[in-house]
């Protein structure tokens, strides 16, 4: 339940902390430092991940390969945060 509570939080304040942030960036830069912060958190994770299942048979370099050609939805999400910031703009809170 509390992490319930928390991703809702953190969803609903996006959209504010998202307006402010586009009064002194630049769009494009908040979503770049949205990604960052994500990718800074998740890597860690990421590795210790791979460091726990190394022993494991799974096919890191098929996941890798797959990996690559998944690039597409993460700039669609880019695209979508983009497109949110530049909402906030356009009508008020």
Known sequence: ??????A???????FIAGKF?????DPA???LFRL?????ILFPIT???IKENSQ???NWRKIAFIRLFDLSSHILIAVYWFC?????????L
Do not use: C, D
């Open 36 to 40: 960052i912060i994500a990718g800074g």
């Open 29 to 31: 830069l908040v979503v």
């Open 8 to 14: 809702s939080f953190l969803w609903g304040t996006s």
């Open 1 to 6: 339940m509390i992490y319930l509570l928390l």
């Open 84 to 92: 949110n910031i530049h909402q906030l703009q356009v009508q008020p």
């Open 21 to 25: 942030a586009y009064e002194t960036l």
């Open 47 to 49: 590795l210790r991940f």
């Open 56 to 58: 494991s048979k799974v």
